[in-house]
């Protein structure tokens, strides 16, 4: 790999060495602080091995030899590594304080997510493999998991948490720049681990009170529609205003809006929708989903159009 691409792999919408938030930076700047501290003990290190095989390689007298050992043996590493633990520690209370109001509960299922948002006076808004959030706000995350050890991580805004059945880990972001960045699962949690991606959408507040505090429109009629219920596809799956109220599987209010289908895995095309319905054990190897390898090519582009015209 040449060094260019090299350091292309470093920004972009999930890099934690190109920061979009407030915690995203500082782990960006303990990530430096902690490069150029062992870039100098390096040198240092270095400089003395050269200097004892290669300038002065006869003996030293004891009493030399000695105060080396304890000021470049014990007490210069123990300034310097308590220095950048203080450091480190000092970053990590922000990270749990509360948030500024909105709330955003995210569950990790193998393999997907389930989002639901708490704003601070509503009803909450379901959602699923996408959040989206207002800029310039303290975002309060509740993680959790129902079934096995996930991992949530968003490089461009802040650390990872862990995601852990039984408990709830809290994790506050703050966005400074509006954009799209890519989070995912860090964790080993199966077959599909690696294929369980969101996206983040960082919207400025206004556009994002908006967008949360609006209605979704009236799903259509459509011929995708019926299919979809006769296939049996709201067991697990809700879509808001129709007869489909299923909770196993991801919700579909408004999958429409979404960039991608299958958590991250292809770009939410009707053609990538209709696959996924039919290959998803392909796509998406022991995933809950079956594949609906027996309905015909038109029928599934049929519900994925209907699918994505939900808005
Ligand atoms: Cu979920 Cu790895």
Known sequence: MSAASALGACSGVQSALDP?????REVASLF?????????????VIGVAIYATRLRPDPHEDIVGHRLILWGGVAFPTVVLAGLLVYGLGLMPKLREAGEGLRIDVS??????RVAYRPKEGEPVLSANEIRIPVGE????????????????????GGKVDMIPGRENRLVLKAEKAGVYRGACTEFCGASH?????DVIAMDKPAFEDWLGSR????????????FTLHGCGACHRVGGTEAKGEVGPELTRFGQRKTVGAGLLPNTPENVARFIRETDVLKPRSKMPAYGALSPDDALEIARWLGSLK
């Open 20 to 24: 979009a938030g407030h915690e995203a």
């Open 32 to 44: 430096w602080v902690m490069v150029v501290g062992a870039a100098v003990v390096w040198t240092v």
């Open 108 to 113: 990790g299922e193998q393999f997907w997510w």
């Open 138 to 157: 303290r975002v309060e995350f509740a993680l959790t998991s129902p079934d096995v050890i996930h991992a949530f991580w968003i490089p461009s805004l």
């Open 194 to 198: 690696a294929l369980m991606a969101f």
């Open 216 to 227: 979704p429109a009236d799903p259509a009629r459509a011929k995708g529609r019926d299919l």
